[in-house]
Nanobody, 124 residues
Framework: QVTLVESGGGLVQAGGSLRLSCAAS????????MGWFRQAPGKEREFVAV????????YYADSVKGRFTISRDNAKNTVYLQMNSLKPEDTAVYYC?????????????????WGQGTQVTVSS
């Protein structure tokens, strides 16, 4: 069992930045690929970014590429999502997720564990 707890969400103006954190507890964190997803009101949950268990292979959705950076600190059992140049369309609940794989999964059904989510609101 892996428990994930997100933090760092909030209200920010367009063009601003936020850094989300996801703290993991339970099984060996370094054995898991870690992903970030988001869900806006009335929309399906969508992939944002993923990082491999070694941290060497990040992958991003086209909508956030060049603005968001995913990273992880296996010593702290934490994954981060640095979000820069935020846009109103980035407004959503952001979830982190864990999948015990050597790959970089991008589909939500591939993930075994989910956090409770943190709200990000970007005002125009």
């Amino acid at each position: 069992q892996v428990t994930l707890v997100e933090s760092g969400g909030g209200l920010v103006q367009a063009g601003g930045s936020l850094r989300l954190s996801c703290a993991a507890s339970g099984r060996t964190f370094s054995n898991y690929a870690m992903g970030w997803f988001r869900q806006a009101p009335g929309k399906e949950r969508e992939f944002v970014a993923v990082i491999s268990w070694t941290g060497s292979t990040p992958y991003y959705a086209d909508s956030v590429k060049g603005r968001f950076t995913i990273s992880r600190d296996n010593a702290k059992n934490t994954v981060y999502l640095q979000m820069n140049s935020l846009k109103p369309e980035d407004t959503a609940v952001y979830y982190c997720a864990a999948d015990r794989t050597f790959g970089i999964p991008t589909m939500s059904y591939e993930y075994d564990y989910w956090g409770q989510g943190t709200q990000v609101t970007v005002s125009s």
